[in-house]
């Protein structure tokens, strides 16, 4: 499976854990050339489901919250 194709068949919510996850890392800069490549291919995809960044972002804490405090 391509990356391409396994971010586009993720929800909103995983998507959105994903690129905080990925963003998290860059800010650490561990493996940042991979972790640039693949925060692109997150907005590309988010691009084509033209869902603004915020909104990605806001889906994917409220996910991490869920899980994290059940």
Not at 42 to 53: D, M
Not at 57 to 65: A, H, R
Request: aromatic share 12%; charged share 35%; with cysteine.
């Amino acid at each position: 499976m391509e990356r391409d194709e396994f971010y586009s068949n993720l929800p909103k919510h995983l998507l959105g854990a994903f690129y905080i996850y990925i963003c998290k890392n860059i800010e650490k800069g561990i493996k940042f050339n991979n972790m640039r490549a693949e925060l692109d291919i997150i907005e590309n995809e988010v691009s084509k489901r033209e869902i603004p960044i915020s909104e990605l972002i806001k889906e994917g804490e409220n996910f991490i919250q869920k899980k994290v405090f059940k």
